[in-house]
């Protein structure tokens, strides 16, 4: 990385994909302020820090209130946003998935067979056979499935459940992460802190919930997916979460 590894690491995790000022948003809230409310001002300010115009965080505030995600309310002249009850309840569905240790994540997967040809949700059921699903040990199964134990796990499964999209994903994911290790050494201020946190949480959680957490096992030497998660536990107890009132005063 270039002298400046901090801008850098934010430009290369920006990236990875277009960015959706709601969805960035749902991360701020998410991983900075998940159960206590989070100023205009300094919800403006890590938004800028990562390079987000105010017009666009404004209308991505508009978005969420007006889907049930935030609830904004005026507290003299500064506004407090804050998760919804419902916000609340899909951020900490996703909590294990998304910041779940290594070791946490690795249990034995469920094969399931349902009783007719059907479509599940793909984020939570990796279809493997015209009736056959893998999932984690603990997705709630859909009714009537009917759970199987399979002996082992064979080489050729890796292949039937991934894409070559989400691989390169996660292949550019993990080069990302790698060089945000090995290059970004020295201490950062709060709010660069935040910034940093907030754009390596989006980067994973995008491609973390679009498939169901299996083990390595199921998957082929190419997928990276277990590998990025032990960057991400990795980086996320270096750059410590700030607190709000710290971002605040900096």
């Known amino acids: 990385m270039p002298t400046d590894a901090y801008s850098e690491a934010l430009d290369s995790l920006s990236d990875l994909g277009q960015m959706r000022v709601w969805s960035l948003l749902v991360t701020v809230f998410g991983d900075l302020a998940?159960?206590?409310?989070?100023?205009g001002p300094t919800l403006s300010a890590i938004m800028a820090e990562i390079g987000i115009k105010p017009e666009a965080t404004r209308v991505a505030l508009h978005r969420l209130r007006s889907d049930g995600w935030v609830a904004s309310e005026k507290r003299?002249?500064?506004?407090?946003?804050?998760?919804?009850?419902?916000?609340?309840?899909d951020s900490d569905a996703a909590r294990a998935r998304i910041y779940g240790a290594p070791d946490d994540m690795d249990d034995a997967a469920r094969v399931i067979l349902m009783p007719a040809p059907t479509d599940l949700d793909p984020t939570r059921f990796a279809q493997i056979g015209p009736r056959v699903f893998m999932c984690s040990i603990?997705?709630?199964?859909?009714?009537g499935a009917m759970q199987m134990t399979p002996i082992g796990l064979p080489d050729w499964l890796g292949s039937q459940i991934e894409t070559d999209t989400m691989r390169d994903a996660y292949k550019s994911l993990h080069a990302v992460l790698t060089d945000i290790r090995e290059?970004?050494?020295?201490?950062?201020t709060p709010m660069q802190t935040a910034a940093l946190r907030v754009m390596i949480v989006h980067a994973w959680r995008r491609l973390a919930l679009k498939h169901p957490t299996l083990p390595r096992a199921a998957h082929s030497s190419d997928w990276r997916g277990h590998d990025c998660r032990a960057?991400?536990?990795?980086?996320?107890?270096?750059?410590?979460?700030?607190?709000?009132?710290?971002?605040?005063?900096?």
């Open 138 to 143: 603990g997705t709630s199964l859909p009714e």
């Open 183 to 188: 290059e970004l050494t020295s201490s950062l």
């Open 231 to 250: 960057l991400v536990t990795d980086l996320l107890r270096r750059f410590a979460r700030p607190d709000l009132d710290v971002i605040k005063a900096a």
């Open 34 to 39: 998940p159960d206590r409310p989070l100023d």
């Open 76 to 89: 003299g002249r500064t506004s407090l946003h804050r998760l919804t009850d419902q916000g609340q309840r």
